[in-house]
Nanobody
């Protein structure tokens, strides 16, 4: 059974930082591309960042480029999202997801349940 479990969310002031983690089990983590997505209240889920399984390729939404960093530790079956300079508009539920193949922005097969990030003024 594939499981993705996010952690690290919480309440933070604007300008602050958080690091999200997603621990994966039930699949060969080192062969899956990983992504982070988010969904704010009343909005559709949107792509945040992705990382390939092999060559370290990363991709970011324009809204987070330069502030967020995605990384992975294949020995720990874990993907991370370091979020710096947080803004009010970063408030959302953050989901990690896994897909075989390339680190693209769509068609992720496995999803976690999400972790809430709330940025306050």
């Amino acid at each position: 059974q594939v499981q993705l479990v996010e952690s690290g969310g919480g309440l933070v002031q604007a300008g602050g930082s958080l690091r999200l983690s997603c621990e994966v089990s039930g699949l060969t983590f080192s062969t899956y591309a990983m992504g982070w997505f988010r969904q704010a209240p009343g909005k559709e889920r949107e792509f945040v960042a992705s990382i390939s399984w092999s060559d370290g390729y990363t991709d970011y939404a324009d809204s987070v480029k330069g502030r967020f960093t995605i990384s992975r530790d294949n020995a720990k079956n874990t993907v991370y999202l370091q979020m710096n300079s947080l803004k009010l508009e970063d408030t959302a539920v953050y989901y990690c997801a896994a897909r075989s193949g390339r680190a693209i922005r769509i068609e992720y097969r496995y999803w976690g349940r999400g972790t809430q990030v709330t940025v306050s003024s």
